[in-house]
């Protein structure tokens, strides 16, 4: 009977080296086969985390195993976009009351700054007030439902504020058949969007504007179409300098392309498509909100599979950023959204900024935004950095992530696929969070974008869900299953 | 006097490379104390009782690093601090690319990248470890712990889930372990041979096996089983699992078994495990009475156990062969030195690098001179109230974490010895020197240099002649080189012996010697 160590004194080790390099050096120095880890403690240095994992080795087959199924289901996605309606018609569960929100749940009386202006904005135009002021009573009266646009298969970027006469875009995963849904982009130039919390005249007339010239328009021009494919045209803009969070005047000018055949052979008035071509040469993001459904459609068949580790949604609400993993169903891990850190417009300062804010970080859990920040050196003109830096995001987020994606890949690192399907686990082991570049709103409702840049989502969502998630294994293994 | 701090959140450095930017920092004009760490409960602790725990410092979290600079004024701290900063950015600890080599950052990675490995070296902080080692031996690898610090529940948890995988856990504390001839951790290059060791202890492997080659024989494996295994809590459980595996290992014809004095059901299950092994054992446990039974030899020393192992691996008898080196005549030697000896030298003072070296020296002292004082004592009663002050007969391990807080073990860096034996060749009733001189890998590039230079020195400030005895412990084959270590500290005129013991013997002597002039 071969003794315990037997394999291990019948030839020479091939060895791990986990820890101080010298010891790799040496082993490399004497020709024996030898791999370094370029060790770091785990997540805020706790000890007790590294238990967890190592707690954790003996299911990884079938953490593998749902892993891999995962990822085999976000990259059979086919997001399309094939409709438009108002949001009370098209969004499952929405009422003529429902005011939809960015991020994991926040009640009214702890929203802030910016989502407070958004939703102000929101009410003035559903008539339910004639100002500010009225807005914001109507808003804590009770009479409004808030949920996240996340409970209602939405995203929505910033204040990410959706109400039920918006225009939604409609995206269909067509492998799945699930649907996921966002308002058009309201950025109309010189910093008036709703989803920066501004609630004036100008903010409150894009949204009438889209409800009854562009929603329509819209709609007859994708009905038109048969569906337009989402992912092949981000696939086209990541080769062309966009990262699709916040860099969008490729995969925006792509989609006017395709589009513009279909609208011209509607009835769309020719007042109206001169309406529609001047925010089209004015609006730089307008493909935000389809990247961002595009991604919420392809990350939604990946929730629920039993022992998944795959992160599938980050959300910010101004207040807290949270997570939902796989494997734990749709709860929210949360903690306090971190402060962005970047480059400000002239006379604005951190000091006026609201900390991160936006459903738009389904972008990078898809693999895309900064996660392919190296396919968009220009971002750096917007969120600082260097385009050394710019290329490193990518290859860092290589480390917590489970595979390079097949179909977005960036042409001059050798078509290198992006980072995707982030890994609780290998978050938790190797401390290195999420990053994600983003618009940093003014914290005080009204005042709009004052800026761009870097955020890290919190670790202390992970370690919350790397506990739930332990906790789930060594109890009864009973995951969330596909709901 | 100002104390200034710096923190970088979620900054991590190894130990190795904090230890190198402290030094770097206190080079620094106008400083006077520097210390980068981790920013752990423990080292804020070590931050505070060295009065330099800041505000800054004490809110760090563990995985932040933690700079503390005190200098003579503030713009001397500030520049050192911006200095340090520097230092840090410009290091790229790999994994993007710009160093040129790609490291995975986790265990899974590097397996896919090397998906046959069968071996893990585990050298991160001791609160990590033992999670580290889980990881590797759920993946199937065998596993090696050289840190220390690791919680007796994990170890006994460690091994049992090895025992259960059919793995082997060498360590927590296993400084060196040798693999069909591969060196691992602080090892020597020794030839390969017919000699299995099952250790205990880091030097006390090094010392076994370069004494193995020198006799002209070679190792097969040595195997480390970490300094506690032999307790009864953990019960020898990897002493165990080698002694089984060298039984079977067709490379292996002897095994030699060595330990400082295990649990007492543990010494018995382990011998009871040897007296039935296949091939001959010899067994030293390091001072303590070391039986013969059977198939099963005892070895007081660890040069005696080189000795019965080689010849048993040759197929003669172990009787007798207490000595590997034969003595030469002890007289003409003990003359010489005393010769220009003041009447005041009368003491011993042992400075060693190898815990196990100092062990030996210790026992085999107390034979000629008595009592020992020391900081790993034999009796409690002998203990020096302050290591950093020698005492009458003594013997220090500067290996103790008295010396190494902070600083490198004084195998890589034997500067703190130095400097201790130039101390206590100013005190005129210090008679002899004796010290441990470690090569192989790991250890500092000129060990003997570093010692002869002291010496030098140590000679000038001494009144009457000193006597500095050594012994050098490695191979022809290591980085150093053992005859050139040997021949380095010759002609510096120290007494170089082939082995630890034989160095302590005659120490022990010419200071037995000096004690017993007529006094009063």
Redesign the interface.
């Known amino acids: 009977m071969m003794s315990a160590a037997a394999n291990l004194l019948s030839s020479r080790p091939s060895v791990v080296n986990v820890g101080l390099k010298s010891f790799y050096d040496n082993l490399k120095g004497l020709g024996v086969p030898g791999v370094h880890v370029d060790w770091r403690p785990p997540a805020a240095g706790d000890p007790a985390l590294g238990k967890r994992l190592a707690a954790l080795e003996g299911q990884m087959d079938r953490i593998a195993a749902a892993n891999r199924e995962a990822v085999s289901r976000l990259f059979a996605a086919q997001p399309v976009w094939v409709d438009v309606g108002p949001a009370v018609e098209t969004i499952p569960g929405f009422t003529p009351s429902t005011i939809l929100h960015a991020g994991p749940p926040v009640p009214w009386e702890k929203m802030c700054g910016p989502m407070r202006g958004a939703v102000a904005g929101a009410l003035i135009f559903e008539g339910f007030a004639a100002d500010f002021e009225e807005a914001l009573a109507v808003a804590g009266s009770g009479k409004i439902t808030f949920a996240p646009c996340h409970h209602h298969s939405a995203v929505g970027p910033m204040a990410g504020v959706i109400s039920a006469s918006m225009p939604v875009l409609v995206v269909e995963n067509r492998t799945f058949g699930n649907r996921a849904y966002s308002h058009f982009n309201n950025e109309g130039g010189r910093g008036t969007a709703l989803s920066f919390g501004f609630c004036g005249p100008e903010a409150v007339n894009m949204l009438r504007w889209q409800r009854d010239v562009l929603g329509p328009a819209m709609r007859d021009a994708v009905r038109a179409s048969g569906g337009i494919d989402l992912k092949s045209l981000t696939a086209k803009a990541l080769q062309m300098g966009d990262e699709c969070h916040n860099r969008h005047v490729a995969s925006t000018s792509l989609l006017w392309r395709e589009l513009l055949p279909h609208l011209a052979r509607t009835e769309v008035s020719r007042r109206h498509l001169q309406e529609i071509a001047d925010l089209v040469a004015r609006n730089d993001w307008f493909f935000l909100n389809f990247s961002m459904a595009a991604c919420k459609a392809s990350l939604d068949p990946v929730r629920g599979i039993p022992w998944c580790t795959m992160v599938t949604a980050m959300a910010r609400n101004g207040v807290e950023a949270g997570i939902r993993v796989s494997g734990l169903g749709d709860r929210w891990f949360t903690a306090p959204a971190p402060a962005v850190k970047g480059l400000y417009f002239p006379g604005f300062t951190a000091e006026d900024a609201n900390p991160d804010l936006g459903d738009s970080a389904i972008t990078e859990t898809c693999g895309i935004g900064a996660f392919a920040m190296a396919a968009a050196p220009a971002m750096t003109k917007l969120v600082g950095g260097s385009v050394a830096e710019a290329i490193g995001y990518t290859r860092e987020m290589g480390e917590i992530t489970l595979e390079t994606n097949p179909t977005f890949t960036i042409p001059h690192l050798d078509f290198l696929g992006t980072p995707t399907g982030i890994d609780l686990l290998k978050v938790i082991e190797t401390g290195v969070t999420p990053v994600i570049n983003t618009g940093i709103a003014h914290r005080k409702p009204g005042l709009g974008m004052v800026g761009a840049g870097l955020v890290r989502l919190p670790i202390e969502c992970f370690i919350s869900a790397l506990e739930a998630f332990s906790e789930t294994a060594a109890g009864d293994g009973a995951f969330a299953k596909t709901g | 006097m100002v104390v200034r701090s710096l923190i970088k959140p979620?900054t991590?450095r190894?130990?190795?490379r904090l230890m190198s930017l402290s030094t770097a920092a206190r080079s620094f004009p106008g400083i006077r104390q520097a210390v980068a760490i981790?920013?752990?409960e423990r080292n804020k602790a070590t931050l505070e009782t060295s009065g330099l725990l800041t505000g800054e410092a004490a809110g760090a979290?563990?995985?932040?690093l933690v700079i503390v600079i005190s200098g003579d004024d503030a713009r001397s701290v500030d520049q050192a601090l911006e200095s340090l900063e520097t230092l840090l950015t410009d290091e790229a600890?790999?994994?993007?690319?710009?160093s040129g080599e790609y490291?995975?950052?986790?265990?899974?990675?590097?397996?896919k990248?090397?998906p046959?490995?069968?071996?893990?070296?585990?050298?991160?902080?001791g609160?990590?470890a033992?999670?580290?080692a889980?990881?590797?031996l759920?993946?199937g690898?065998?596993v090696q712990v050289?840190?220390d610090n690791v919680a007796l529940d994990e170890e006994i948890e460690l091994k049992r889930l090895?025992?259960g995988l059919?793995?082997?856990v060498m360590g927590p504390d296993c400084g060196t372990a040798i693999?069909?001839?591969?060196?691992?951790?602080f090892a020597n290059v020794v030839r390969r041979g017919p000699v299995g060791i099952v250790g205990a202890s880091g030097t006390g492997i090094q010392q076994v096996s370069v004494l193995i080659d020198r006799l002209g024989s070679g190792v097969?494996?040595a195997?480390g089983t970490g300094g506690r295994d032999l307790s009864d809590a953990v019960g020898g459980l990897t002493a165990l699992?080698?002694l089984?595996?060298?039984?079977?290992?067709p490379?292996t014809e002897v095994i030699l078994l060595l330990s400082k004095p295990p649990g007492v059901r543990t010494a018995q299950s382990v011998l009871e495990r040897a007296a039935v092994c296949a091939k001959p054992v010899v067994v030293s446990f390091l001072g303590a009475a070391a039986p013969s039974s059977g198939r099963v030899t005892g070895a007081a020393t660890l040069e005696e156990a080189a000795a019965k192992a080689v010849a048993l691996a040759r197929g003669e008898s172990p009787e007798g062969r207490v000595e590997a080196f034969p003595r030469e005549k002890l007289e003409p030697v003990v003359r010489a030195e005393m010769a220009q000896k003041d009447a005041r030298q009368r003491y011993l003072r042992g400075l060693f690098t190898g815990g196990t070296l100092a062990d030996e020296a210790i026992f085999l002292l107390e034979k000629s001179l008595g009592p020992i004082f020391s900081n790993i004592p034999l009796r409690p009663e002998l203990k020096l109230a302050d290591a950093r002050k020698s005492l009458g007969n003594c013997v220090v391990d500067l290996g103790e974490d008295e010396f190494t807080r902070g600083r490198p073990h004084p195998m890589i860096d034997p500067s703190y010895r130095a400097e201790r034996l130039i101390m206590e060749a100013s005190d005129p009733e210090v008679a002899v020197l004796l010290c441990d001189v470690v090569l192989g890998?790991?250890a500092h590039p000129n060990p003997a240099g570093v010692l002869a230079e002291a010496v030098r020195t140590a000679r000038n400030v001494s009144e009457g002649r000193l006597t500095v005895v050594a012994s050098v412990c490695g191979t022809a084959s290591d980085p150093q080189d053992l005859e050139r270590q040997e021949e380095i500290l010759r002609r510096e005129g120290v007494l170089v012996f082939p082995s630890n013991a034989y160095a302590a013997e005659v120490a022990g002597a010419i200071a037995r010697r000096c004690a017993g002039r007529g006094t009063t």
């Open positions: 979620r991590y190894d130990s190795i981790m920013g752990t979290r563990p995985d932040d600890p790999g994994g993007d690319g710009r490291w995975p950052r986790t265990l899974g990675s590097a397996l990248l090397q046959n490995s069968n071996l893990a070296l585990i050298s991160v902080p609160p990590y033992a999670a580290e889980v990881k590797a759920r993946r690898l065998h050289f840190s090895a025992r059919g793995l082997l693999i069909s001839g591969v060196p691992l951790g097969s494996h195997i699992a080698a089984e595996a060298l039984d079977q290992d490379a890998f790991g």
